[in-house]
C-alpha cells in the first residue's frame, strides 16, 4: 500500500520542511515536492504538521507488583499511546530474585504476544546480579536488547548496593550496553518511610516528604561516579529535581557520557498535589515524587539547553478506586505510578510549544529523535526520511480536545490532566505504513505491533 502526504509540513530536529512524503509499504520512500500522485491513497496534509512517531523509552504495561499488575496491558497501553501519537515504546522487563535474565524476558514476550497494535522494545532490570546473571548480559544484544535498568532505591526488593553497580555497570559497558539508573538514595527512604509511618504519618503527602530531592541528586552523583570508574555511559531515568540536574550537568561538562530523560508529569505537579484531600493525592503518588515549582523551572531550562535528552513517562497506572485504596491508611502501600502514556505529546506541546519554552524542532527531538538515537533505533526510528520506518503522526495544530478520563483510552479510572484543554493533537497516526488512528477511531489490529531488536549503545 502506498500513502502520499500531500503539502505538509515535515518536522525534525533541524527544523522543518515543506514537502510531500510518500511510503511505500512499511517504509517512507519518497520525500519532496510535487511527488507524482498515481496509484496512491492521497492525505491532504496542508496546514498539518508531520511528525516522527513518538517514542516513549520508559513504561510499565501489564507490570506485575505483588498480586496486582497495572492496569494497562499490551493491547490497551499501545492503543492509548496510538491516540497520543507515539508508535513505539520500550517497556521494563524485571528480573525476579532467583529467576534468569531469560526467564524474564520469555514472561514479557509472553505479555505482549497477540496484543501489540504499536512497536515496542524491552530494556531489562537486574534485580539480582548474582554471577551467573552477570553472565547472562553477553546474550542480551543477541536477544535485541541492549539496555540493563538497576535501581538504587526500594530497598529489600529491586535495590543495589553500589558495588552491584558497578559489576553491572562494567559487565554493559563490555557488551555495548547502555545502563538506566533510578537515581534515589533507598537506604535513607527506607529509613526516613519506617519512621512517618511510626509517627501516623500515613498520608500520601509523607510519601514525598519521605523521598527529599537531596536523596536524589547525592543517588545521581554517585551513579555518574560509578559509572564513570566502570566506563559506562549512563542514562538517568526520571530526573525531577534542580539537585539532580546540577550532578548531571556536571558530568556532562567533564564530558562524561551521561545522559538524562525527565518524565512529562514532572513538568505539571507538585509535592502540593499529594495533599489533595479525600486520599486524592494518591493519584500522583510515584517515585521519585513530585517536586516544587523551583524544579519544574530548572527541568524546562534542562529541555531547553539539552541537559535533559528525553522526555518520557514512566507510565504505570492503577485505579483509583481500586489498587490505590491499597494505600488508605498507609502511603507505603500506594502502589506507585501515573497514567500518562497517551498525553506526553499533547501536553509537552501545549505546555512547551505552545507556552513559549521549547521549538517545535525540539519537541520533536525530546519525544522521538534523541529516544531512537539513544536506545538504538535511529535512523529506522525517530526521524522523517527516506527508508525510515512510516511511523507518521498528522498533527493538527489548531485542534482543541479536552484531555479526560472520560474520553482517553488508558485503562484506568482517572486522567492527571484531567479538564486540561489543549490546542495541537493528533487527526492521524501510522506505524509502518499502515494508519492505526483515524480521528476519533482506531484502525489498527493487536498483533500487528512488532518487536524492535535494538543496535548496540553508541555515543
Ligand atoms: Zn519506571
Known amino acids: 500500500m502506498r500513502t502520499l502526504f500531500s503539502g505538509g509540513t515535515l518536522v525534525g530536529p533541524e527544523g522543518t520542511l515543506q514537502a510531500d512524503l510518500l511510503v511505500d509499504g512499511e517504509r517512507i520512500a519518497a520525500i519532496g515536492r510535487d511527488l507524482p500522485r498515481g496509484d496512491v491513497r492521497v492525505i491532504d496534509a496542508a496546514g498539518r504538521y508531520l511528525l516522527p512517531g513518538g517514542i516513549d523509552v520508559h513504561t510499565h504495561l501489564d507490570m506485575p507488583l505483588d ?24 517497556d521494563f522487563v524485571i528480573q525476579s530474585k532467583d529467576g534468569s535474565l531469560r526467564q524474564a524476558l ?40 541492549t539496555t540493563v535498568k538497576v535501581l538504587m532505591a526500594y530497598k529489600g526488593r529491586l535495590q543495589l548496593d553500589d558495588a ?72 538517568v531515568v526520571h530526573l525531577t529535581c534542580e539537585a539532580a540536574l546540577d550532578q548531571v550537568r556536571a558530568a556532562q561538562r567533564r ?34 515524587p513530585f517536586r516544587t515549582p523551583q524544579d519544574q523551572a530548572a527541568l524546562w531550562e534542562g529541555l531547553r539547553d539539552g541537559a535533559l535528552a528525553v522526555v518520557s513517562t514512566d507510565h504505570c ?36 510549544v505552545n507556552g513559549g519554552r521549547i521549538p ?3 519537541f520533536v527531538e525530546l519525544t522521538a529523535t534523541n529516544p531512537a538515537r539513544l536506545f538504538g533505533l535511529y535512523p529506522r526510528k525517530g526521524i522523517l526520511e527516506v527508508g525510515s520506518d512510516g511511523d507518521i503522526v ?59 531488536r535494538r543496535a548496540a549503545f553508541t555515543s
Not at 551513579?223 to 555511559?233: D, E, F, M, N
Not at 488512528?437 to 498483533?447: H, K, L, M, Q, S
Open 255 to 288: 564530558g562524561r557520557h551521561v545522559w538524562a530523560e525527565t518524565c512529562i508529569q514532572y513538568l505539571f505537579f507538585t509535592a502540593a498535589d499529594l495533599d489533595r484531600p479525600d486520599f486524592e493525592g494518591a493519584k500522583v503518588v510515584c517515585s521519585p
Open 317 to 352: 497506572p492503577f485505579n483509583f478506586a481500586r489498587e490505590k485504596q491499597r494505600g488508605r491508611h498507609d502511603f507505603t502501600k500506594i502502589p506507585n505510578g501515573v497514567p500518562a502514556i497517551e498525553d506526553r505529546l499533547l501536553m509537552l506541546h501545549h505546555a512547551g
Open 106 to 145: 520469555d514472561a514479557w514476550h509472553a505479555l505482549a504476544q497477540g496484543k501489540a497494535c504499536i512497536d515496542y522494545g524491552f530494556h531489562m532490570t537486574i534485580a539480582d546480579p548474582r554471577p551467573d546473571v552477570l553472565d547472562e548480559i553477553a546474550h542480551l544484544p543477541e536477544w535485541g536488547i
Open 394 to 452: 498528522l498533527w493538527d495544530p489548531r485542534a482543541r480536545r479536552t484531555i479526560t478520563a472520560g474520553t482517553h483510552h488508558m485503562r484506568v479510572d482517572y486522567n492527571l490532566f484531567e479538564g486540561t484543554t489543549v490546542t495541537g493533537a493528533p487527526a492521524g497516526v501510522w506505524v509502518r505504513g499502515t494508519q492505526v488512528v483515524d480521528g476519533e477511531r482506531f484502525t489498527g489490529r493487536a498483533g500487528a505491533g512488532q518487536f524492535l
Open 164 to 235: 552491584q553497580l558497578l559489576a553491572v555497570m562494567r559487565r554493559a559497558a563490555e557488551h555495548g550496553l547502555l545502563t538506566m539508573v533510578h537515581c534515589e538514595n533507598g537506604d535513607v527512604i527506607d529509613v526516613l518511610e519506617r519512621e512517618a509511618v511510626a509517627a501516623g504519618h500515613r498520608e500520601p503527602k509523607y510519601h514525598a516528604m519521605a523521598r527529599p530531592p537531596e536523596l536524589e541528586g547525592e543517588a545521581t552523583g554517585r551513579a555518574i561516579a560509578i559509572a564513570s570508574v566502570a566506563g559506562a555511559p549512563l542514562y
Open 360 to 362: 517545535l524542532s525540539r
Open 67 to 90: 498480586d496486582i499488575a497495572s492496569t494497562d496491558d499490551f493491547r490497551t497501553g499501545h492503543v492509548a499511546a496510538a491516540f497520543g501519537g507515539t508508535t513505539s515504546h520500550i
